[in-house]
């Protein structure tokens, strides 16, 4: 959704918004609105680089900072008034970042802010967004509580998420060269370093706490070494990168304890992850900014950073950091308040939505059909091991017993409960009346983990007594 209205964005007038020639202090204008006079002309990213070239390379970096901040509606926001979000956030917070970084009339540019792929404009600016939404749509229903499951649902599916960024992020930063050098080589190195060593520090934290070697910890990791490096990947050497992963990797996974400490419901740490890890970024960037690498395009010239005794640098860095944090904040908070306002656009979905699945309320589609299969059920009794028996009124949430074995597929068909009613209940409340036993309403992932888990236990209570009575 991010790519396609924000891709449309960005040709309608958020390229110009960003990059126009003519462009203020602060932001850009209209001249390029359409691609209107962008086509083979130097653009302002470098005379070597067209400008068409330019603006559609610009263009991956606008989709994927709007979708990284509607990110923070997970579970419970609703579709069109994140969809309005994207467009007027695009155009009245990432446009003029992008511009005040990036373009030479920017204010941040000409003041000497180093921001080679994107801290501030990207990383900072979509996790202040998310911190937002966040705060606006307020907790999940369930939210610190063992309703809420916080359990990644596939973790292959974050493995390959991972490896797609990893690759894709030298797109980012070796890309911002604008060129085939030693700069955009330089750029590589120090990006896979930083990922790698942010990675590995992730995961020795979680297994100093948890004694396991967490594969998403490790993704996750990888990450924020990925987001600490992307400011610095153009003007710092090859060793720094390993101190941009080890110390994003670190703060970063600190840092998801601040949801927990200011009562936040960042259903995808992403404040955590980009604003912290874009903000550690920014400042190694102040320490580690060196001109000879800046140089090695051939062309670029900087003062440079604490390592050729330029000390200003980090006042810089830091202005560039938190005025880009405060806007976005301050601004996403003001665009989501008058959005929530208009009638038919409240920003959240109904606590009956939210119990039903955003997916099946907002796109009437399943990611996996056993999700369908298992919502709308049935009251009935269901056990493998006694299916005559009907006084259970347990929800259709079918456990198996392990230990017991099927003759046939016939026979295993007819222990599972056909879970498509011919009334199916479509409420939560009817569904909670429907199981007294449990009261339990089987309508979200978390719910169907949390009903199985519990089924479990009374099958090893139950197993625990019979065997103690054949002991007696």
């Not at 973790?155 to 700069?183: C, K, Q, Y």
């Not at 091991?385 to 017991?404: C, G, K, L, Q, W």
């Not at 939560?428 to 309403?441: D, G, T, V």
């Amino acid at each position: 959704m991010s790519a396609g209205f924000i891709s449309f964005q960005w040709f309608f007038w958020g390229y110009s918004l960003a990059f126009s020639h003519t462009a203020g202090s602060f932001i850009g204008n209209l001249d390029n609105m359409g691609f209107r006079n962008t086509l083979a002309a130097p653009s302002v990213g470098s005379p070597k680089i067209p400008d068409l070239l330019y603006a559609v390379y610009q263009g991956m970096f606008a989709a994927i900072t709007v979708a990284l901040a509607v990110g923070a509606a997970a579970e419970r926001g609703r579709i069109l008034p994140c969809v309005m979000f994207m467009w007027i956030w695009a155009t009245l917070i990432y446009d003029p970042i992008a511009c005040w970084t990036w373009n030479p009339n920017g204010w941040v540019y000409k003041l000497g802010g180093l921001d080679f792929a994107g801290g501030t404009p990207v990383h900072i600016s979509s996790g202040s967004a998310a911190l937002a939404y966040s705060l606006m749509l307020g907790k999940r229903h369930g939210h610190g509580t063992q309703q809420l499951n916080y359990r990644p649902h596939n973790i292959a599916h974050i493995v390959i998420g991972t490896v797609f960024l990893w690759v894709g992020w030298f797109g980012f930063n070796a890309g911002s060269a604008l060129g085939a050098n030693m700069r955009a080589v330089m750029a590589a190195v120090v990006t896979n370093l930083a990922a790698s060593t942010g990675g590995v520090t992730w995961c020795l934290l979680d297994y100093r706490l948890e004694r396991k070697w967490s594969t998403v910890g490790f993704c996750s990791g990888v990450v924020a070494g990925l987001v600490a490096i992307t400011p610095g990947s153009g003007f710092v050497p090859a060793w720094s990168a390993v101190v941009f992963g080890v110390v994003g990797g670190a703060a970063c996974n600190y840092a998801t304890k601040l949801k927990f400490l200011f009562h936040i419901d960042d259903a995808l740490d992403i404040f955590a992850v980009h604003t912290i890890g874009g903000l550690v970024g920014n400042i190694c960037t102040g320490f580690f900014a060196a001109d000879y690498i800046a140089h090695l395009d051939g062309f670029s010239e900087i003062p440079g950073g604490w390592l050729n005794g330029h000390w200003e640098q980090m006042g810089y860095q830091l202005a560039d950091s938190f005025s880009g944090f405060l806007y976005s904040f301050c601004g996403s908070i003001t665009i989501l308040f008058v959005i929530n306002m208009i009638p038919g656009c409240h920003i959240r979905a109904s606590e009956e939505a939210e119990l039903l699945g955003m997916d099946d309320v907002e796109m009437g589609e399943f990611a996996y059909d056993y999700v369908e299969a298992t919502r709308d059920c049935q009251p009935a009794t269901i056990d493998a091991r006694f299916p005559n028996d009907t006084a259970n009124t347990a929800p259709v949430v079918r456990v198996i017993s392990a230990e017991h074995k099927f003759s046939d597929q016939s026979e295993r068909d007819s222990a599972i409960v056909d879970s498509r009613s011919e009334s199916p209940m479509k409420s939560a409340s009817e569904r909670s009346r429907a199981f007294p036993r449990h009261n339990f309403s089987v309508t979200t992932a978390s719910d169907r983990s949390a009903a199985v888990s519990g089924f479990r236990a009374e099958e090893k209570d139950e197993h625990a007594t019979d065997m103690g009575s054949t002991r007696s």
